[in-house]
């Protein structure tokens, strides 16, 4: 069974998410867009080195990235939906598809036990369709919380019930260079989640190198991912990879329903 809306949906969603996907990578490489603040004890002579970075300026990402991701995750949701109500229309009719129409929906859980298995068959769903349904949970990984559907499911819910996604700057990557070299630094990143202006990123210290009378010189480098911001049950992903994961894993479970729901071929006779 072919599901021409659900796959009308898939095609919009990436039409969004490709409309963006120049600006992030401009953006990712337009120059620094945190600016920091140090303060240090690096003239000192005698005390350990510290240096402490706080984040004096932010440059956070065009507010209009988190109406296209949003169309993104609520076309890639839709073409979940669109492809059940098809498969329910198909087997139950028209009639008692719009009667429970409130309840028809694809699921996406991560616990076995509350998997809807009896409502899906009293849909008419065959049992082969059924399975791929199961087998396409976030349930069947670990962890759960870190499944493309899962992802989909909770930026489904909060763009569509709360609030639009922020687009938030967190440290990925610290690079740091002495001169002269030190031994037994210790680099820390304070401000694990999203960066603000005030927010201390980072620390350094280290013992003082007993051979050096002058200005240490201390260089710090970081790259920061653009992320969707965490929510109650997941963590921040990139935008970029969150949604290519999500768009590609509902291009799987579409193909897999299409698949299950179709007739076996008949072998040609010879």
């Given at each position: 069974?072919?599901?021409?809306?659900a796959?009308?949906?898939?095609?919009?969603?990436?039409?969004?998410?490709?409309?963006i996907?120049?600006?992030?990578?401009?953006?990712?490489?337009?120059?620094?867009?945190?600016?920091?603040?140090?303060?240090?004890?690096?003239?000192?002579?005698?005390?350990?080195?510290?240096?402490?970075?706080?984040?004096?300026?932010?440059?956070?990402?065009?507010?209009?990235?988190a109406?296209?991701?949003?169309?993104?995750?609520?076309?890639?949701?839709?073409?979940?939906?669109?492809?059940?109500?098809?498969?329910?229309?198909k087997?139950?009719?028209?009639k008692?598809?719009?009667?429970?129409?409130?309840?028809?929906?694809f699921?996406?859980?991560?616990?076995?036990?509350?998997?809807?298995?009896?409502?899906?068959?009293a849909?008419?769903?065959?049992?082969?369709?059924?399975?791929?349904?199961?087998?396409?949970?976030?349930?069947?990984?670990?962890?759960?919380?870190?499944?493309?559907?899962?992802?989909l499911?909770?930026?489904?819910?909060?763009?569509?019930?709360?609030?639009?996604?922020?687009?938030?700057?967190?440290?990925?990557?610290?690079?740091?260079?002495?001169?002269p070299p030190?031994?037994?630094?210790?680099?820390?990143?304070?401000?694990?989640?999203?960066?603000?202006?005030?927010?201390?990123?980072?620390?350094?210290?280290?013992?003082?190198?007993?051979?050096?009378?002058?200005?240490?010189?201390?260089?710090?480098?970081?790259?920061?991912?653009?992320?969707?911001?965490?929510?109650?049950?997941?963590?921040?992903?990139?935008?970029?990879?969150?949604?290519?994961?999500?768009?590609?894993?509902?291009a799987?479970?579409?193909?897999?329903?299409?698949a299950?729901?179709?007739?076996?071929?008949?072998?040609?006779?010879k």
């Amino acid at each position: 069974m072919k599901f021409p809306t659900a796959r009308a949906k898939l095609a919009r969603a990436e039409e969004h998410r490709l409309s963006i996907v120049p600006e992030i990578e401009e953006y990712a490489t337009g120059g620094n867009r945190i600016h920091l603040d140090r303060r240090d004890n690096l003239a000192e002579v005698r005390q350990p080195i510290r240096a402490v970075y706080t984040v004096r300026k932010i440059e956070r990402p065009p507010e209009s990235w988190a109406l296209v991701a949003g169309d993104v995750i609520q076309n890639a949701r839709a073409a979940l939906d669109h492809a059940i109500w098809a498969l329910v229309v198909k087997r139950k009719g028209e009639k008692f598809a719009l009667d429970a129409r409130p309840m028809i929906q694809f699921p996406i859980g991560d616990d076995l036990e509350r998997f809807p298995e009896d409502r899906l068959r009293a849909w008419g769903l065959k049992p082969q369709v059924v399975e791929a349904i199961r087998d396409a949970q976030p349930f069947n990984h670990s962890p759960a919380h870190n499944h493309a559907l899962w992802f989909l499911r909770e930026l489904s819910n909060i763009d569509k019930h709360r609030m639009l996604h922020l687009i938030v700057l967190i440290p990925e990557e610290l690079r740091l260079e002495t001169n002269p070299p030190i031994a037994g630094g210790t680099l820390t990143l304070v401000t694990r989640g999203a960066l603000y202006k005030g927010a201390t990123a980072f620390t350094f210290q280290a013992p003082r190198p007993a051979n050096v009378t002058g200005r240490v010189k201390v260089d710090v480098q970081f790259n920061a991912g653009i992320c969707f911001e965490a929510t109650p049950t997941t963590g921040a992903t990139a935008i970029n990879v969150a949604l290519q994961a999500m768009q590609s894993e509902v291009a799987h479970v579409v193909d897999t329903l299409e698949a299950a729901s179709s007739p076996p071929k008949r072998a040609k006779a010879k």
